[in-house]
């Protein structure tokens, strides 16, 4: 599992970013204001991971802080919930955004992003509501 990577940033895409690290360099998608916070290319950079693996593909997924990794992975954790959706919620609120939505149970901030509809919305709220807790809102 590859949990964090530190090296120089490559290259900036519209959805993630290359790190070279010692010579190989590591294709991360990022929501889009963890993208902004590396900078421009040739900088060192840090960025905390998340490896999703499946059948057909491995894929790394890269965040500002460990915090917003927690969220990321938290909501993968939602049934129907995938790492491209999450990484869409990322980037549409951020992460005291989206839990304040949890938290509070509001579901139109929630579907205000593209993908999420009214029923994944309630759905995320019925399942992280207590994992989130109105200790993360700020």
Known sequence: MISSLR???DALTADGAVIDVGGVGFRVSMPTGALTA????GKDVKVF??????EDNIALYGF???EEL???????GV???GPKLALAILSSLNPEQVTAAI?????????????I???????????LKDKIGAGWVA
């Open 103 to 115: 938290a509070t149970g509001n579901a139109d901030m929630l579907d205000m992003v593209p993908g």
């Open 7 to 9: 090296g120089k940033l």
């Open 79 to 81: 049934t129907g919930l």
């Open 49 to 54: 991971t998340h490896m999703h693996v499946r």
């Open 38 to 41: 590396l900078g421009t290319p």
């Open 70 to 76: 927690w969220l990321f992975e938290t909501l993968i």
């Open 64 to 66: 500002a802080s460990s």
């Open 117 to 127: 509809g009214k029923k994944v919305a309630s759905r995320i709220i019925l399942e």
